[in-house]
């Protein structure tokens, strides 16, 4: 089903697409910034909202917290916005502390996208051209995003081309709560290792250990950080707001479990990496949202100035391809 939405301060019509059944998931996508708005499901006769939204078109359009949007054309943060790549430094817009974060000041996820296909009411394509020189990228990208919706699991295929090489790392950036207090949601990371930042939240190149950290959610455990001050790098971000490279023998990116026990959200992706933000500073944008958390599938932070990291520019001639896959749980009653 697709619904008119609103208008955007330019006046441009922006759609809101559902997919899904009454007795299953449902999503709800925006056309502005491909905004996964909702992802709701049964859970003991009642549906339960799974993502927080805003009520209002104007709130995304004034958002500054990501929230549901995808954030690109490179996810996460790129140290001053420079990146080298064949010898020509390139300049993208600074955003956050000098530095560039999820595609600047309007990226992917501040952008009109078009619907080009919607072959039943479980699947929509979603696409957008962005030129060359956006937000400081060199080539022009054009991306598709393919949301499919099962019974009980939501699938995201994102595809990029272009015509110069350009750093490109998509995501999506829904602030999860299944329900209660979002600090005392249970979670677990496959992920013997999480990349150490320095200021501004760049990672120092370092891949370090979880053994013996805070960052050790291996065996999976209640997700609020202990003490800030237990921990330099828990003091640097007022909590988390890291990546994790997840294990090669990993099952998943994560599994999300609520405060009661009563749903659990399980990611999986393509990409080595994920983000866990546990949305210490989403009251600063949203003082009356609730608590939630973001958990990002994706390539490596600021990889294009880390030649140890795994290549995150794309080249004419080649296809980007990344999916994410969300699929939920309900534990019996008693």
Not at 101 to 116: A, D, E, N, S
Not at 151 to 169: C, E, G, K, Q, S
Request: proline content about 7%; overall charge negative.
């Amino acid at each position: 089903m697709i619904r008119h939405f609103g208008h955007l301060n330019d006046g441009r019509d922006v759609e809101a697409v559902t997919l899904g059944s009454t007795t299953g998931l449902q999503a709800e996508v925006l056309t502005y910034g491909a905004i996964l708005r909702r992802l709701s499901f049964p859970v003991h006769g009642q549906r339960r909202e799974l993502v927080l939204h805003l009520e209002q078109l104007q709130q995304y359009e004034h958002d500054t917290a990501f929230v549901g949007a995808v954030v690109g054309r490179f996810a996460n943060r790129i140290a001053r916005g420079r990146f080298m790549i064949d010898g020509q430094l390139h300049q993208l817009t600074r955003n956050e502390n000098g530095n560039h974060l999820h595609g600047g000041t309007k990226g992917t996820g501040k952008q009109l996208w078009r619907v080009v296909d919607m072959p039943s009411e479980s699947r929509v394509k979603l696409a957008l051209s962005s030129p060359g020189g956006d937000e400081g990228y060199p080539g022009q990208l054009d991306v598709t995003l393919e949301l499919s919706i099962g019974r009980d699991a939501a699938r995201i295929d994102f595809t990029a081309r272009t015509d110069a090489a350009t750093p490109v790392n998509l995501t999506y950036h829904p602030y999860f709560n299944l329900g209660g207090n979002a600090a005392a949601h249970w979670l677990r990371i496959p992920a013997s290792h999480y990349l150490p930042v320095g200021p501004g939240l760049i990672p120092t190149g370092e891949i370090a250990h979880v053994d013996g950290t805070p960052f050790d959610f291996r065996t999976g455990r209640k997700l609020a950080p202990p003490p800030l001050t237990t921990h330099p790098q828990l003091l640097l971000g007022g909590g988390y707001d890291h990546c994790w490279v997840l294990d090669e023998d990993a099952d998943c990116h994560c599994e999300l479990r609520s405060t009661e026990g009563d749903i659990t959200l399980w990611i999986a992706a393509s990409g080595p990496g994920l983000q866990f933000y546990s949305g210490q500073y989403l009251s600063r944008a949203h003082p009356v949202l609730g608590s939630a958390v973001a958990l990002e599938p994706q390539g490596l932070p600021d990889a294009p100035n880390h030649p140890g990291f795994p290549d995150a520019v794309l080249r004419p001639g080649r296809t980007y391809r990344a999916s994410i896959e969300y699929r939920v749980s309900v534990t019996p009653p008693g």
